[in-house]
């Protein structure tokens, strides 16, 4: 029992992590956060408001631990082709952002893919 519940409360911290992490990314949200985010996206091209950048990062599908570590680190970000991809790679990795933790209005609403059912529903 003792060895289910370590590795329960290791999933949980992984996943307190990932939140910390994209919060210390990611700022206060503003419009140069943003810009930013989409930069380290590999968009090339200038966003003059939030709207834009949503709506950019419609079809943009990136695993959020990776995108962390990778812009961390001075890297590319790798970007799936399709949701059905990323969701592969994500339940493999057990890298899972906690849904429930997405403050309202952030990137990770549109960044967020359906992992368990891709492709079951379009990102607005």
């Known amino acids: 029992m003792a060895k289910k519940k370590g590795k329960k409360q290791a999933a949980q911290s992984k996943k307190e ?11 206060s949200g503003d419009l140069p956060d943003w810009q930013r985010l989409m930069a380290d996206l590999g968009f090339t091209e200038e966003f003059t408001s939030k709207t834009q950048c949503r709506k950019a990062l419609t079809h943009v599908w990136v695993n959020i631990r990776d995108f962390l570590d990778d812009t961390k680190a001075g890297r590319e ?38 992992i368990f059912s891709p492709g079951g529903r379009h990102r607005k």
Not at 17 to 27: H, K, M, P, R, S
């Open 17 to 27: 992590q990932i939140v910390l992490d994209w919060e210390a990314y990611f700022g």
């Open 77 to 114: 970000v790798h970007r799936f082709n399709n949701e059905k991809q990323l969701s592969d790679y994500t339940i493999d990795q057990k890298k899972i952002f906690p849904k429930k933790r997405i403050p309202k209005g952030s990137p990770l609403q549109k960044l967020l893919a359906h």
